[in-house]
């Protein structure tokens, strides 16, 4: 190895070093990016969802940078480990996939490169995300059991409940294009309660389930509005 090599190559291990250590340095420094703690932890709340839902969006956007920036960094310290690793064992500037030697004006500009610039690799897509995103798809969180087929108490209808109640929206802010005032608003505030098909509401049976009868209420009246029945049917008409 001639003089010039080897002073290059003992600068590109210096800077590899520096490089190493002020990443190390700073991850430890800021606790990588503030992710050693819990969302809840981080912004010092009992919960992190405050009076309006959306407020919590700024505090997920930022956890989510920060594993962006995280992962980053990680990325870059590895690519450092392995080019010093290539270094000891002889192997540095030498691409790794086609064997041919890297540009020495590459190496000065990227030294923890390992590839020549034909075969220098794409930057990956990260696909991971925050654990707090797991409880906003589907809606309602991992309780929400519509797409099972599910007809018991779910999240979804626990939220209906305390929707009632009022929340932080118009109806010109509502998901239901066609609410008109406050008592529309709320999600598929038009469902019904109890019950699945309009006919259920009205349809009584006794204790043996034997004899049935039919409870004439507002459902019943707008059943047979509908045209979806004939009260000349019932026995009791």
């Known amino acids: 190895m001639n003089a010039e090599i080897h002073a290059r190559l003992a600068s590109w291990r210096k800077q590899l070093e520096q490089e190493k250590q002020l990443l190390e340095n700073q991850l430890n420094r800021n606790d990588e990016f503030g992710l050693r703690e819990s969302l809840r932890d981080s912004v010092g709340e009992l919960s992190p969802i405050d009076n309006h839902p959306g407020d919590v969006a700024t505090e997920l956007y930022e956890r989510e940078k920060d594993i962006a920036l995280l992962r980053q960094e990680e990325r870059h310290l590895e690519t450092i480990n392995s080019a010093l ?7 540095y500037g030498i691409c790794k996939v086609c064997g ?3 540009a020495m004006e590459r190496l000065d500009a990227e030294p923890e490169t390992l590839t020549c610039i034909e075969h220098a690799p794409k930057a990956p897509v ?10 906003l798809e589907p809606p309602f969180g991992r309780s929400s059991m519509d797409e099972n087929d599910y007809a018991g108490f ?14 932080s929206d118009s109806p010109a802010l509502s ?21 699945v098909e309009s006919i259920e509401s009205f349809l009584a049976t006794d204790i043996t ?20 029945g004939d009260h000349e049917l019932e026995d009791d008409y």
């Open 85 to 91: 690793a290539a270094m000891d064992d002889a192997t």
């Open 100 to 102: 041919a030697d890297i």
């Open 126 to 135: 990260q696909d991971y995300r925050p654990v707090e995103e797991q409880f």
């Open 154 to 167: 779910d999240g979804e209808d626990a939220w209906q409940i305390v929707e009632q109640w009022g929340n």
């Open 175 to 195: 998901e239901n294009r066609n609410a008109y005032d406050y008592d529309h608003m709320g999600i598929e505030a038009d469902e019904n309660d109890g019950y």
């Open 209 to 228: 389930g034997r004899h049935v009868s039919v409870v004439r209420n507002h459902e019943y009246n707008h059943y047979l509005h509908s045209e979806e």
